[in-house]
């Protein structure tokens, strides 16, 4: 069965404090992976699409890795204004259902000044 | 550009009554997902469109919800006899349907039965 999975399920940083947030993957075909951010009261924002393993991707204090069987999005110095529900999904090379799109329970970050 | 539309931004409605929620995808754009995003929890796919095609429906949860897409554009969701276990945010996101590109987002109804 394809599953993504989002670790921790919440983290706690001080300002300042980098750290990485790691989503895992087994499903057949993967087409891309992308990570997205979600404040309270919001649709998730796109942050970034990653295709294949060895690919990066930076934004700001986010930077985005892919390697065969999970992706990381580093955070480095965050600020409070970084405080949010990140999400990442896979999309996956068949037919399946949810329209090739398997989404993870994302990552609350929470970070004080 | 606009972005995706999603009306209303929050419905109040009494058990057993139907309601409707509309997404205005980004113009352009074949593919066309809901999603369910109960309160702390994640998104649990609905239905998808994909431009002609028969839609993916393998994640509406009862016969009472049902949805359709106009023209290829304006998506209507549509739950009948509402439960309270339907009380969630519900999100419409559009994407250009290539296999590659991201889904965009609306803002999402905040549906509350009471």
């Known amino acids: 069965e394809d599953q993504v999975t989002q670790s921790p399920e919440a983290l706690r940083l001080q300002e300042g404090e980098s750290s990485s947030l790691n989503c895992s993957y087994t499903?057949?075909?993967?087409?891309?992976l992308f990570w997205y951010r979600q404040d309270p009261g919001k649709g998730p924002e796109f942050l970034f699409t990653l295709y294949s393993a060895g690919e990066e991707k930076e934004k700001e204090r986010l930077k985005a890795t892919l390697t065969k069987k999970e992706s990381f999005l580093h955070i480095t110095a965050p600020k409070p204004e970084d405080s949010a529900t990140y999400l990442c999904a896979v999309h996956v090379d068949y037919g399946g259902s949810q329209g090739n799109l398997i989404f993870g329970k994302g990552t609350k970050l929470s970070v004080k000044p | 550009g606009a972005g995706v539309s999603q009306s209303p931004s929050n419905k109040v409605t009494e058990k057993g009554k139907d309601v409707e929620l509309r997404c205005d995808p980004i113009s352009g754009h074949t593919a066309l997902y809901w999603y369910r995003q109960s309160l702390g929890q994640g998104l649990e796919f609905l239905i998808y469109f994909q431009g002609n095609s028969a839609p993916d429906k393998s994640g509406l949860p009862s016969d009472r919800f049902s949805a359709e897409r106009t023209g290829g554009s304006v998506s209507t969701l549509t739950i009948q006899r509402t439960q309270q276990e339907d009380s969630a945010v519900y999100l419409c996101?559009?994407?250009?349907?290539?296999?590659?590109?991201?889904?965009?987002f609306g803002n999402g109804t905040r549906l509350t039965v009471t």
């Open positions: 499903v057949s075909g993967l087409r891309g």
């Open positions: 996101a559009s994407s250009l349907g290539d296999g590659n590109s991201p889904l965009h």
